[in-house]
């Protein structure tokens, strides 16, 4: 029955390449209400950015030493560097700047197998922040408070890739006043402070644009995912990983025909998802997962399977509105959910992912264009101004207890 009515939706809705279909796929459709206005929000001239500058150490030699920081999924602490530099927000007075930014590549210290280690973190920060302390004035006037941090591994300025540890160390006590610019958001949690700006995974722009295909190509597969069930080495049971979603998927859909799910990772990987009608996103707790990116990038409805996320830039990008949410509890009955969505639901989501607007706010292009993630950062920056007077610090005052934490981040860096 099931496949049945998964053939219905796609000959009724989706077509199989003929004229009117391919026009009506073809469509998009403005956001309407303040949710497409602040996505299409201009942050020249709404507010300025002082960029320090600090020694090459804490940031270019770091990816000298290893270029392939480049390319991981946290790679937007150096692209919104090299964005600030000649950005028309950037001052070199920093008497009249709203922000400043301190340019330190924290997740640039890769494995062997490229996976960043957060352990050194700690100290470099508060190695930077004490070079910040001692040279300008600016950070003793509000300890940070109108200072913005891109902290984009796992957990934030927690610095740590596991969660109970994370949550043991909490975010660096030299950090709890600034803004974190961070792709961890879960509510209620230690690692996300409030007013922190949920940002997409830095993904290929370059890569993905060499893969479109045709935007009238048929979308012939229902649901789609390729990726990892289990974490094999530290958790084969699947409990932990992705808090068990994954584990889930696999155990349930593994053997279903409406279920294109798999391990294995394709040549066609791209291609793929744009013939597929929704895209799994059993992001857990983590919505630095590329896929949720790549989803949006190639129009296929996000099934968003992460319970208390907060998803990138969720007040510009109608998320409700373009993707599907699953309750962790609710993924063995995914299959009778997707299909009950009516098509009239399916064909309006498509036409809101059509909009370039979706797509350029989730993505790092170099040079950068309007309206994309950088601009999504500045806009969420914007819209904190003006501070509130009670960040500014009386003569002597102080707020942060430099010496809290674990012994281990007070050494030297």
Request: some cysteine; proline content about 10%; charged content about 20%.
């Amino acid at each position: 029955m099931r496949v049945c009515l998964w053939f219905f939706v796609v000959v009724i809705v989706f077509g199989f390449g003929d004229g009117k279909n391919a026009d009506q796929r073809l469509r998009t459709e403005r956001i309407s209400g303040s949710a497409g206005d602040v996505l299409e929000d201009n942050p020249v001239g709404r507010l300025k950015v002082y960029v320090y500058e600090l020694p090459s150490k804490y940031n270019k030699k770091l990816l000298q030493k290893d270029p392939r920081c480049l390319t991981h999924m946290f790679a937007a602490e150096i692209f919104m560097h090299r964005f600030l530099l000649s950005s028309p927000v950037r001052t070199l007075n920093p008497e009249e700047a709203d922000w400043f930014y301190t340019p330190i590549y924290p997740t640039c210290d890769l494995t062997p197998t490229g996976l960043p280690l957060p352990f050194n973190s700690p100290r470099m920060m508060r190695s930077a922040i004490q070079l910040l302390s001692s040279n300008w004035p600016y950070w003793n006037r509000t300890e940070g408070a109108d200072h913005f941090f891109v902290v984009p591994h796992d957990f934030g300025a927690c610095f740590h890739y596991q969660e109970e540890k994370a949550i043991e160390r909490g975010i660096l006590p030299l950090l709890r006043r600034a803004t974190l610019v961070q792709t961890f958001g879960q509510r209620n949690h230690v690692c996300l402070n409030e007013g922190s700006i949920t940002i997409p995974p830095y993904a290929p722009p370059q890569k993905m644009q060499a893969h479109q295909i045709p935007l009238d190509t048929p979308r012939s597969i229902f649901v789609y995912f390729r990726g990892l069930f289990y974490d094999v080495n530290n958790d084969p049971e699947g409990g932990y990983y992705a808090r068990g979603a994954r584990a889930a998927v696999w155990e349930n859909f593994k053997n279903n025909p409406l279920f294109d799910i798999s391990t294995d990772h394709p040549t066609t990987y791209y291609e793929d998802m744009q013939r597929a009608i929704f895209c799994l996103c059993p992001l857990g707790w983590a919505p630095w997962s590329p896929r949720l990116v790549e989803a949006v990038v190639f129009g296929c409805i996000p099934v968003i399977i992460a319970d208390d996320i907060v998803l990138p830039f969720a007040d510009a990008i109608p998320w409700e509105e373009i993707g599907v949410f699953v309750a962790e509890e609710d993924v063995p009955h995914l299959d009778t959910f997707l299909t009950s969505i009516p098509p009239e639901v399916i064909l309006r989501k498509q036409r809101l992912l059509a909009n370039p607007s979706m797509k350029r706010a989730m993505l790092f292009p170099q040079p950068a264009q309007p309206g994309d993630a950088f601009h999504q950062i500045l806009n969420g920056l914007a819209r904190k101004l003006p501070h509130d007077r009670t960040v500014y610090l009386k003569p002597g005052q102080k707020v942060l207890n430099w010496t809290a934490g674990p012994a281990g981040d007070l050494k030297p860096w």
